[in-house]
């Protein structure tokens, strides 16, 4: 998937889900505006125009991506598609002309908006609180982070190995939270929401992942430092 010069490689039924209107009302995601301030937390449905703008690209994500129903009608499991025909994707504004591709270009997503990519890269990395700020605001949104102390919240899994080897950590994401609006740390509503989310991953592929853990350290305030 490529959106202006970013590249991603995506598990299409995983982004599926994860872009799902059922999914986003469910993982009580959290959301700061960098431009006004880094200690309250936005409800994700408060009228914020940035907030507005990634609503609006969460829903053609959504279209773009779609959850089709199993064949037995019982079943909650889902799974989705890449768009295989130019006319699946009308409702978003983008022409796939070669149905064999495996490259899906969405610039198209941000024609139109003033929303930075690194926010947009925040929602779809599954960050349990995501930045929002403008491109216009990006030197507003690193004074405004760069006074605050930053939780850093790091997941780290083990892999299952079949042979003898000794098994490793290895970091799978980390993202920051102001020290401020997570005093709770690990107990934040967010924060157990998005660990609920995680160990359901490791349980449904548990023939990969042997186990996952979450760490949290302290990053000092630190003028002209962003951790986005």
């Not at 947009?120 to 216009?136: H, I």
């Not at 990006?138 to 790091?154: C, D, F, M, P, V």
Request: aromatic share 8%; charged share 25%.
């Amino acid at each position: 998937m490529v959106m202006k010069d970013m590249l991603y490689l995506i598990h299409a039924e995983g982004l599926a889900e994860h872009v799902s209107p059922n999914a986003r009302s469910q993982h009580q995601l959290a959301f700061v505006d960098l431009e006004k301030s880094c200690c309250e937390l936005l409800a994700n449905t408060e009228k914020n125009e940035t907030m507005v703008e990634l609503l609006s690209i969460q829903d053609r994500f959504a279209a773009t991506f779609p959850l089709e129903a199993d064949v037995e009608p019982e079943t909650t499991q889902q799974k989705s598609r890449l768009p295989e025909r130019a006319t699946d994707v009308e409702r978003t504004g983008i022409s796939i002309p070669d149905t064999t591709s495996l490259v899906v270009d969405l610039s198209a997503f941000l024609e139109g908006t003033q929303m930075a990519l690194p926010s947009l890269n925040g929602w779809l990395l599954g960050y349990p609180v995501t930045y929002l700020f403008r491109n216009e605001s990006g030197e507003t949104a690193t004074q405004n982070l760069s006074k605050h102390s930053l939780h850093i919240y790091r997941i780290y899994v083990v892999r299952n190995r079949h042979s003898d080897s000794k098994q490793s950590e290895e970091e799978l994401l980390s993202f920051s939270v102001p020290c401020d609006i997570s005093m709770k740390r690990e107990e934040e509503p967010w924060a157990k929401s998005f660990l609920a989310r995680v160990n359901g991953k490791l349980e449904r592929c548990s023939q990969v992942w042997a186990s996952v853990r979450l760490e949290i350290e302290v990053f000092q305030s630190q003028s002209g430092v962003i951790v986005l």
